[in-house]
């Protein structure tokens, strides 16, 4: 069984930084490229930051710069290190398998989801 379990969110204010940490149970790890996601209030789930088996990282243009996706093999943890958040950042964040992009450019996700971790970033 496949479990996702997200931690590390927090109440910070504008331009501090927090770090998220997933650890994933299972198979799911080993073998994927792994994502953050986020889900803003009133928005759809967004794709963040993604890192492949052997360490290749890519990022949304709203996250470039300021987080960075890193993950350990052996703990089966994917982390997130975020800096200069700003109010814009406030959402839940996710992780999970990803799986992708196809022809059309999406990309999809393991059936899993944890529950998330809540960053609120105040002004």
């Known amino acids: 069984q496949v479990q996702l379990v997200e931690s590390g969110g927090g109440l910070v204010q504008a331009g501090e930084s927090l770090t998220l940490s997933c650890i994933a149970s299972g198979t799911i790890f080993n073998v994927n490229p792994m994502g953050w996601l986020r889900q803003r209030p009133g928005n759809q789930r967004e794709l963040i930051a993604t890192?492949?088996?052997?360490?290749?990282?890519n990022y949304t243009d709203a996250v470039k710069g300021r987080f960075t996706i890193s993950r350990d093999n052996a703990e089966n943890t994917v982390y997130l290190r975020m800096h200069t958040l700003t109010p814009e950042d406030t959402a839940t964040y996710f992780c999970?398998?990803?799986?992708?992009?196809?022809?059309?450019?999406?990309?999809?996700?393991?059936?899993?989801w944890g529950q998330g971790t809540q960053v609120t970033v105040s002004s």
């Open positions: 890192i492949t088996t052997g360490g290749k990282t």
């Open positions: 999970n398998a990803v799986f992708g992009p196809d022809r059309e450019g999406s990309y999809y996700y393991a059936p899993y």
